[in-house]
Antibody, heavy 121, light 106 residues
Framework: HVLVMDSGGGLVKPGGSLRLSCTGS????????FTWIRQAPGKGLEWISY???????YYADSVKGRFTISRDNAKKSLYLQMNSLRVDDTAVYYC???????????????WGQGAMVTVSS | DIQMTQSPSSLSSSVGDRVTITCRAS??????LNWYQQKPGKAPQLLIY???SLQGGVPSRFSGSGSGTDFTLTISSLQPEDFATYYC?????????FGPGTKVDI
């Protein structure tokens, strides 16, 4: 069971946009909930969003209205569209999978490798 | 939001030591508490879920306990590969908050 984050990170100016992608393999992607978590340089982990297997979505206040989580089960892919980016959005972004036993109260058992997003002028 | 605290924030230990890390939630989260290990430059890895269940493939020297608001992660005999940062996380209520981490080093 693997999650691979496609090259979606990078450098963007404040106010800009970026989309992150995460693809699952070796499991039935459509059965699971997924989440995005970020980690600012030298800081701890911050949960930012999750999506159920039927696509209802939830967001942390810090990104609500600016970020959109989505999924394409046919492509076994998870996305995070990030708009109106701010300097304090600079972080490594991780996708992760809920265990699948009693979501959304599960732990996150499979993580992508992470993608660095830098917001700077 | 549920606030998570951890103590200590860092500790220095030796191979073979018994290590205990404490996590406290600002309100009851029943048993919805998970522990992760993170090494520098790597994604976190799940160690313990629902307070005391060992994730598959994780060595049995790791154990967790607690319920309500107070939880502990114990490493019974620290190994060289265990030097890392450990995070607790509550999965009771969104936002799913993490503790600030405990760095375990030599």
């Amino acid at each position: 069971h693997v999650l691979v984050m496609d090259s979606g990170g990078g450098l963007v100016k404040p106010g800009g946009s970026l989309r992150l992608s995460c693809t699952g393999s070796a499991f039935t992607f459509s059965d699971y909930y997924f989440t995005w978590i970020r980690q600012a340089p030298g800081k701890g982990l911050e949960w930012i969003s999750y999506i159920t297997n039927t696509a209802p979505t939830y967001y942390a206040d810090s990104v609500k209205g600016r970020f959109t989580i989505s999924r394409d089960n046919a492509k076994k892919s998870l996305y995070l569209q990030m708009n109106s980016l701010r300097v304090d959005d600079t972080a490594v972004y991780y996708c992760a999978r809920f265990q699948g036993w009693y979501p959304p109260n599960d732990a996150f058992d499979i993580w992508g490798q992470g993608a660095m997003v830098t917001v700077s002028s | 939001d549920i606030q998570m605290t951890q103590s200590p924030s860092s500790l220095s230990s030796s191979v073979g030591d018994r290590v205990t890390i404490t996590c406290r939630a600002s309100q009851s989260i029943s048993g919805y508490l998970n522990w992760y290990q993170q090494k520098p430059g790597k994604a976190p890895q799940l160690l313990i879920y629902t307070a005391s269940s060992l994730q598959g493939g994780v060595p049995s020297r790791f154990s967790g306990s607690g319920s309500g608001t107070d939880f502990t992660l114990t490493i019974s005999s620290l190994q060289p590969e265990d030097f890392a940062t450990y995070y607790c996380q509550q999965s009771h209520t969104t936002p799913f908050t993490f503790g600030p981490g405990t760095k375990v080093d030599i």
